[in-house]
């Protein structure tokens, strides 16, 4: 049997630093995809093991460098599992910053990606550089978005990149009603830039070599709010449970090709009929699952555009973004406006007691998908044992299923040029907006 | 005005924490600068690079020299000689978004910048830089108060 090997890293962070370490690899035999594998270097594992015996306060400053985009999820979610274990209730007005907060981590994270990565993949060009000379007004007004994305969570965390002023049990420092009252502003003002990133994506089809049905899982909202948060996670099987059980049906296993884990859905009870199930999470899960609760403009947006968000195919996760954009912009609007009129920036943070301990298991949703955090802390305030799942690690046997659907009809195609193949291989991996080990940067000296 | 100093890295991954340690290195010296870490985005200038004349960043490097090298750019000579245009999944290289910025934000195309940077030796997860690397984050201390010593000559 002869057998041709495509391989080629894709351009994730970590693959231009660390050779060897992660791309695809597609094997086809005898005009057959006969195995695809995402190597993924993943760091979850690492700041896990490095927050065990660390001071629990200690430990949730050091989550949010698994993943600098989504460094507020990571705070946010660490923060929130302590307050879980330590017994904690956080103040109402800690709750609506927080969740502003995390929107401006959403706001941030879908503006890079769709404007800056995305759309030069699918408008033809190298970079967003290039891409800039026929599209200004498109960047310029992803940048006004990602520019108030950041600002948010420099308002409300102090530090942006980290976060700092999130704190267990509240905030160290209450934002200003005027702050608020400036972001409320600016927000208004990007109310139509947040709708271009749709007005560009329409003209783009799915390709219908990818449809195919898949298990969708997402936090469902409690109160009819289409946010990051929930106490239960359902899927679109009809099936749920409550978010702190999730280790019981969110399975993980070690995979040989694979630093990340991969994960597998399990209903349990009366509905296990089957094996656990791969699945996908993300902007197209939460659309899919939440849809009737989005805004009005988002809500209309993605009915007049259906096709392009289409549950089977993962193209769509980029439709699902621009969807999101509009609907958290409309959102964080609402949030700021009310905050700017309500806040009380003498509110202190609830006090607690690191040495009581206990155990508390978190999910919310970040940009790309669900985030899980388990902390067991000791009856001395440090930790005893922490689990992450990130989005990543949860779509990425359903990611490799796509790319191995779309290496097949290319090869069918009589496409068997990995050159032509691996481009396409890349818009799809780039559909789901993976985050792989994203925090690190290194520049090469020409 | 006083000059603008960013640090691009992860120092949970070894020698990508050049950067925060050039940072740290100037804030014990007290420098008169303004210094931020802008974690792994350089798009995040966007935000704090306003009203700057001078802006330094400080990063790690390879493709040059041996580990622990430090070399600087400034002007022109930063996008002639550096590259990072890797268009990953999740992110764009910081000299692309740098020219992406300086085309489009008003606000940072009268700005100079200038790169100082050493060469990695170990870009892996982990803590601490690697023995050169840690050695020759004092020398490119040294360079970027030569710079700004020279900037502020420069504003007379």
């Known amino acids: 049997m002869k057998q041709v090997k495509i391989s080629r890293p894709i351009l994730v962070d970590h693959v231009a630093r660390i050779e060897g370490k992660a791309g695809i690899e597609v094997m086809v035999s005898n005009k057959q995809v006969s195995s695809v594998q995402m190597n993924i270097f993943e760091g979850p594992r690492f700041f896990e093991a490095i927050t065990v015996g660390k001071k629990v306060e200690d430990a949730v400053a050091v989550f949010p460098r698994i993943c600098s985009f989504c460094a507020a999820a990571h705070k946010i979610t660490a923060v929130e599992a302590a307050e879980a274990a330590l017994g904690v209730e956080p103040s109402d007005q800690t709750k609506r910053l927080r969740e502003l907060l995390y929107i401006g981590d959403y706001i941030e994270s879908h503006a890079l990606h769709l404007f800056f990565l995305a759309f030069p993949d699918l408008l033809g060009y190298h970079d967003a550089l290039s891409m800039a000379g026929d599209y200004s007004d498109t960047v310029k007004a992803g940048i006004a978005l990602k520019d108030v994305g950041a600002r948010i969570q420099s308002v409300i965390g102090a530090r942006y990149i980290h976060q700092e002023n999130l704190l267990i049990g509240g905030f160290g420092k209450i934002p200003g009603k005027a702050q608020m009252g400036a972001l409320k502003d600016e927000l208004a003002s ?257 | 005005m006083r000059p603008l100093i960013v640090s691009i890295g992860n120092p949970f991954m070894r020698d990508d924490g050049i950067g925060q340690a050039i940072l740290i290195e100037l804030k014990d010296r007290g420098v008169d600068a303004d210094l931020i870490d802008l974690g792994t985005d350089m798009l995040r200038l966007s935000l704090y690079g306003e009203g700057y004349c001078d802006i330094v960043v400080l990063d790690s490097l390879r493709g040059a020299g041996l580990a622990g090298e430090v070399l600087s750019f400034s002007g022109e000579g930063i996008v002639r000689s550096l590259d990072s245009r890797m268009r990953s999944a999740h992110r764009m290289g910081s000299i692309e978004a740098l020219e992406v910025l300086r085309s489009f934000k008003q606000s940072l195309k009268g700005a100079r910048f200038h790169f100082v940077g050493i060469v990695a030796d170990d870009i892996s997860i982990g803590e601490g830089l690697t023995e050169d690397v840690k050695r020759a984050v004092p020398v490119a201390a040294d360079i970027v108060c030569g710079l700004l010593f020279d900037i502020s000559d420069a504003q007379g």
């Not at chain 1, 219908?208 to 996670?233: F, W």
């Not at chain 1, 699902?320 to 954009?325: F, G, I």
């Not at chain 1, 802390?377 to 949860?394: E, S, W, Y």
């Open chain 1, 190 to 446: 990007l109310k139509s830039a947040s709708e271009l990133a749709s007005d560009i994506l329409i003209n783009f089809s799915n390709w219908k070599e990818l449809d195919s049905p898949r298990l969708h899982l997402a936090i469902a909202p409690d109160d009819g709010r289409y946010t990051m948060y929930g106490s239960h996670i359902h899927a679109s099987s009809d099936t749920s449970f409550p978010m702190k059980d999730y280790r019981k049906h969110i399975l993980e296993h070690v995979v040989e090709h694979s630093f990340a884990k991969h994960c597998r859905y399990d209903p349990g009870g009366s509905k296990k009929k089957n094996e656990p199930s791969i699945f996908t999470t993300g902007a197209l899960s939460r659309y899919t699952l939440n849809k009737r609760s989005l805004t009005n403009r988002a809500k209309e947006r993605s009915i007049m555009n259906k096709d392009h968000l289409d549950p089977s195919n993962p193209l769509s996760n980029n439709f699902a973004q621009a969807v999101e954009l509009i609907h958290y912009i409309d959102l964080a609007h609402n949030l700021a406006s009310e905050l700017a009129e309500t806040i009380d920036e003498n509110e202190r943070p609830v006090k607690y007691d690191p040495q009581k301990g206990g155990i508390g298991a978190v999910a919310t949703e970040a940009p790309r998908g669900l985030l899980t955090y388990l902390l067991d802390i000791d009856g001395t305030g440090r930790i005893k044992n922490a689990d992450v799942i990130t989005p990543t690690a949860m779509f990425l046997p359903m990611m490799e299923k796509d790319v191995g659907r779309m290496a097949q009809s290319l090869v069918d195609g009589g496409i068997s040029d990995p050159s032509i193949i691996a481009p396409k291989l890349e818009t799809v991996v780039r559909s789901y907006d993976p985050c792989v080990s994203c925090s690190v940067h290194v520049t090469t000296v020409k």
